[in-house]
Structures are given as structure tokens and as C-alpha cells.
């Protein structure tokens, strides 16, 4: 019997995404904010190399949870940060009604929403929150979105990549595994005592390119120049300093060597690097697709590094003037 799962975030990039792979191997449910948009068939995924397909799974709005006649297994959370009133307002719902709490699967960008997510579960359910799976998400692939004649075109390139790992609560990951190899995303596991590392290790993808968006550059662009190039290696040599002081490891994820990478940022002096940031440039342009990177994350991108290097005492001021240089603040 197909699993029933919900996906919350239908209609911005990663939900849409989520909900149509994994619709073609579960019973699937979305939940969406433009709803009459997605029923109108005004709502497209594009893969990469093909045709635009008309993205057709059933869509509720907020207001319509908690359905009687369906009852989630898992619910993938593919909202923007920060998640602590979602997770509220959706599981509050399995609470009043007397109803198991499903499996929580976040996948948000940063490091703090697991805390987030916890906290809030703790609110709704008291001590009976450690009997909830909940499952931290990384996902390696650029997703773009546009807007043309009123219609919405969600865009990605195949294979989905993910990494995985428990956060809190009973049981494995067996059933995830099953899935994800039936919708043919390629997913790579790692055990609990790992998930923080595992959201350290994305982070660093995600900083990289934020500087050359700062200066309103595409990657290939920034890394070009000298003085962007720097600051692009600096916050990551800040970024580094302050993950190991924290007790934090990089983990090398299949395709995206972070581990190997961050071990030659840190090692070699940037001046060292500086012939090298062609190469880079190529090297991180094509993982990306060309896709531009997006900057309305910065908080739980350098603000992170930020609020991380003040807790264990290490300067960051190259992470603070990117952000000042976007919010005006810090």
C-alpha cells in the first residue's frame, strides 16, 4: 500500500518539486498557498531537457487541515524559515482531534530548525514530542521559479540529490530509503549522531557564491574578481574556524566533496588561491546549473556563521559586512 504523504509548501520551488517526484510513488496530498492557481493548471514543472508538465496532484489550502479522509505518514515540510508557527499550526491539528502525529521531515536551508521544529512540538505535545520521527533533509539541487502569463514554472535538473538523518524520535529511516529509491532520488544516510555535522556541511555549499550575490554578481562573475574571490574565501575560512570550534566536521556527500574542499580553503593562504578562481568558477557554476543564487536567506546563511562565532568567541567580520552590505543591519 502506497505511503500517504504530505508535502507543505506546494507552489513555491522545493515543495512543488518534492510533491511531484514523490507523487508518482505514494498517496500523495499538497498543501499550497495560490491553490485556485495550481486547480487552474497555472503551475508547471520543467526538469531539465523537458517539456513543461502540468502539475496535477491534489492541492488543499491551509485552512482545509486537517482532512478526514486523509491522514498523513510523513509530512515534508518544504516551507521557508522559520518554522517554529508552522510546525505549531499544522500539528496542533493532530493534537485537538486525538490523532498519531506523523513523521516531520525538514528541509530547510541553515542549521536551526531542528531546534525550532522541537521546541515547538514540545509546546503542542508536552513529553509525548520524543515519540515523533523527525527527519533532518539536505538537498543539493538548484531549483529555480518563474513567473510568465500569469503561470508558474518550477524547474530542477534530474537526479534529485539529498542527504538524510534522524533527529529525534523512535525508529530508522528504512522506509524513507525505500521511497526516495523508488522515486529514483538519490539519497545518501547518515546515523543521528550526525545530523548536525550533516547541516554544517550544506551550509558550507550554500555560503559559497553569497559574497558575488552581495555585490549583485553571479558566481562566475564574483569569483572573477580578485577582490570578490577573496571575500568569497574569507567567509568560508571564518565559517570553518568557527564549525570546528563549535565541535562540528565537515562530511564529504556524494558529489559534493564539502569535506576535501574546506580542508584545502583552510589549509592554503588565499593569495595561494587566487590563480585557481577560474577553475572554481567553472567548477561551482556547473553544479548550479547557471541558476542565480538567492539571497533572501542570508540570515540562516551568514547570519549563522555570525550568531555561531559569537557563542565560541571567533571573529567574523567578513560574514557581517556581507550582511550589512544586503540588510543594512548587523
Known amino acids: ?8 509548501g506546494v507552489g513555491g520551488r522545493t515543495g512543488t518539486m518534492f510533491a511531484f517526484e514523490l507523487g508518482k510513488v505514494s498517496n500523495l496530498l499538497g498543501i499550497g498557498k495560490d491553490v485556485e492557481k495550481i486547480k487552474n493548471k497555472k503551475l508547471f514543472v520543467e526538469r531539465k531537457e523537458e517539456s513543461p508538465k502540468v502539475f ?6 491551509d485552512s482545509q487541515w486537517l482532512l478526514e479522509d486523509f491522514l498523513p505518514e510523513i509530512v515534508f515540510l518544504a516551507t521557508k524559515n522559520p518554522v517554529a508557527s508552522v510546525v505549531k499550526f499544522y500539528y496542533r491539528k493532530f493534537k485537538e482531534k486525538n490523532l498519531p502525529p506523523p513523521t516531520l521531515v525538514l528541509s530547510q536551508n541553515g542549521i536551526g530548525c531542528i531546534e525550532d521544529a522541537l521546541s515547538s512540538l514540545k509546546e503542542v505535545f508536552s513529553e509525548d514530542f520524543s515519540k515523533i520521527r523527525v527527519i533532518r533533509l539536505s538537498l ?6 518563474k513567473i510568465e502569463n500569469d503561470k508558474v514554472y518550477v524547474n530542477y535538473s534530474l537526479p534529485i540529490r539529498v542527504s538524510l538523518a534522524k533527529a529525534s524520535g523512535p525508529g530508522d529511516l528504512k522506509d ?11 539519497a545518501t544516510f547518515f546515523p543521528p549522531p550526525k545530523v548536525k555535522d550533516m547541516e554544517y556541511s550544506k551550509l558550507f555549499f550554500n555560503l ?3 559574497a558575488s550575490a552581495s555585490h549583485g554578481f553571479s558566481i562566475k562573475e564574483g569569483f572573477q574578481n580578485p577582490g570578490v574571490f577573496q571575500e568569497e574565501i574569507g567567509a568560508l575560512k571564518e565559517y570553518i574556524k568557527v564549525v570546528l570550534a563549535s565541535g562540528g566536521e565537515f562530511l564529504n556527500i556524494p558529489h559534493y566533496p564539502v569535506k576535501r574542499l574546506n580542508f584545502f580553503i583552510r589549509i592554503f593562504p588565499t593569495k595561494i588561491l587566487l590563480p585557481f578562481r577560474g577553475y ?3 567548477l561551482i557554476a556547473e553544479g548550479r546549473e547557471g541558476k542565480p543564487k538567492q539571497i533572501d536567506e542570508i ?12 557563542k565560541v568567541g571567533i571573529a567574523r567580520p567578513i560574514n557581517q559586512k556581507i550582511i550589512k552590505r544586503v540588510l543594512n543591519q548587523w
Open 1 to 8: 500500500m502506497k505511503k500517504k504523504i504530505a508535502v507543505i
Open 56 to 61: 496535477e496532484e491534489r492541492v488543499i489550502s
Open 140 to 145: 543539493f539541487n538548484p531549483i529555480d521559479q
Open 176 to 186: 524513507l530509503e525505500s521511497l526516495f529509491k523508488e522515486a529514483r532520488i538519490e
Open 208 to 210: 559559497i557564491g553569497m
Open 280 to 282: 572554481f568558477a567553472s
Open 299 to 310: 540570515r540562516y546563511y551568514n547570519g549563522t556563521v555570525v550568531s555561531l562565532g559569537k
